[in-house]
């Protein structure tokens, strides 16, 4: 055939049919190329909006917990305290006991607990003159800062007046408001108030009762203040909900400048959103983010609380954190402690701290004005158990300003341990210890009452299974707080 009747023929020689192979299977190699960049792309972004979901969960919990626990304490109570309005005390009656459903209830003092909105202005808050008792009155915003203390550590037991202001208030000097001593500025509109009062049994507790209805709070102006919180939106589903409450709740109680710099990066998750939630139909991928997010920031939360702060304690040894909540770098208030002491160097490290003191020690106070320790274990590293009889010997009395109680919990429950003699904790205030000839004393931890009355004397009921063990140290000594002093191990009793 010529060149011209092939080329009529329009048919490619063999080099062309080769050629175009090569193109159409280099495009198709680029096309799955560019897909697959896409696609990393894609699940690099996806993943990086999970992590900062979980970086938003450690930041928020504590706001959300907080607040979540204020509403519940206005509405259903908390454990033996009523529920009472906003702006009202609700005050234990009676001393907590192996009735009381409530995990962790102490023994040697009496709550009172108050929700204060500020949104209207500010409250003058009255306490009385205790005689020298020791109380610590608390105040705690909504991110779970404590930002001012009251009572006998930190400013005496006298009969005083304090004005509570909100943030941002212009009113000047004590807003003519007379007979205030100091004027207390709150970082959050809401505030939680806790009073600790101690008790020393059923016989002084007439006196607590007397002592509880002196703590009040009164509007400095006449008109109705707030008695809520800004509520979510109905609509968003559960797996939601806790992003749709930090979004609300962020955007109503905004914290520290430092901190409103930190949570700018969550714009992304939808957190500084305002007006109608984006989660009540939001993107999936930014569900899948949220919710697989939340879960990661929870083990994180549940991971740090597990670790143990030392790296490795020996059989037997109690925990104890004194600088649990030195997490709060912005607010020192009345009664509180600035030093770099009591503050945290790193402040996004602060933030999980934060996230693992709300998780297990809600509304806790810093370690300065108490601290508290436990154990499951006994001196052979063995779950403590109501089947064994333990004994706890203090050289010397734990070092304290103001006073100590040891507690047993039972387990899982963490309730108070029911028993005939109606003691549930046993401390240095407890009447008719006895002890040793050296001055020591003999702590004897079993479930039936000791035959020989020394020991009876210095009886801690334990509950028929498993339990642990809680030491309360008030007002600690400078060995509890920089770690010199170590709670000697509990033993089994051997006969």
Known sequence: MSEQAEAASGQPEPGQVESGQVESRQVESGQAEFRQAEFRQAVSGQQALRDLAADAYVYGYPLVSDLTMAEASTHQGLGPLEPAPFNEFSHATQLADGDTHFVFATHDTMYSIAQVDLSGGPFLLHVPDTGGAYYVLQCIDAWTNNFAYLGRRATGTAEDDWLIVPPGWSGGGLGGVRGVREVIDAPTSVVT?????????????????????????????????????????????????????????????????????????????????????????????????L????????????????????????????????????????????????????????????????????????????????????????????????????????????????????????????????????????????????????????????????????????????????FRSVIRLYTPGQAVLDGRYEMPAIQVLRR
């Open 193 to 289: 108030v806790v009073v600790r009062n101690a008790c020393d049994g059923p016989d002084d507790l007439p006196r607590v009762l007397a002592l509880q209805r002196q703590f009040t709070l009164t509007a400095t102006d006449p008109e109705t203040h707030r008695t809520g919180l800004p509520a979510p939106d109905p609509d968003v589903p559960e797996e939601l909900l806790f992003f749709e409450r930090l979004r609300v709740w962020m955007a109503d109680f905004p914290p520290s400048a430092p901190d409103r710099a930190y949570q700018d990066r969550f714009q992304p998750l939808g957190l500084l959103e305002e007006g109608p939630s984006p989660y009540t139909a939001g993107d999936p991928a930014l569900v899948q983010a």
């Open 291 to 466: 919710t697989e997010g939340l879960e990661r920031g929870r083990a994180r939360v549940e991971e740090a609380i597990r670790a143990a702060p030392d790296g490795g304690r020996p059989p037997g040894a109690w925990q104890m954190n004194p600088h649990l909540y030195d997490y709060s770098l912005d607010h020192f208030g009345v009664g509180t402690i600035d030093s770099p002491e009591w503050r945290m160097t790193d402040r996004e490290e602060s933030y999980l701290v934060r996230a693992v003191a709300a998780r297990v020690g809600l509304w806790g106070n810093h370690g300065y004005e108490a601290v508290y320790g436990f154990t499951f274990q006994d001196a052979e590293g063995e779950q403590l158990s109501g089947a064994k009889s333990y004994v706890l010997r203090f050289e010397q009395p734990p070092p304290v300003e103001s006073f100590w109680s040891l507690t047993t919990y039972d387990i899982p429950d963490c309730r108070l341990v029911d028993n005939s003699a109606g003691r549930c904790s046993i401390g240095d205030r407890t009447p008719g210890l006895v002890h040793g000839d050296d001055g020591s004393l003999t702590i004897h931890i079993r479930k039936d009452r000791p035959a020989d009355p020394a020991e009876a004397a210095n009886w801690l009921p334990a509950p028929e299974g498993d």
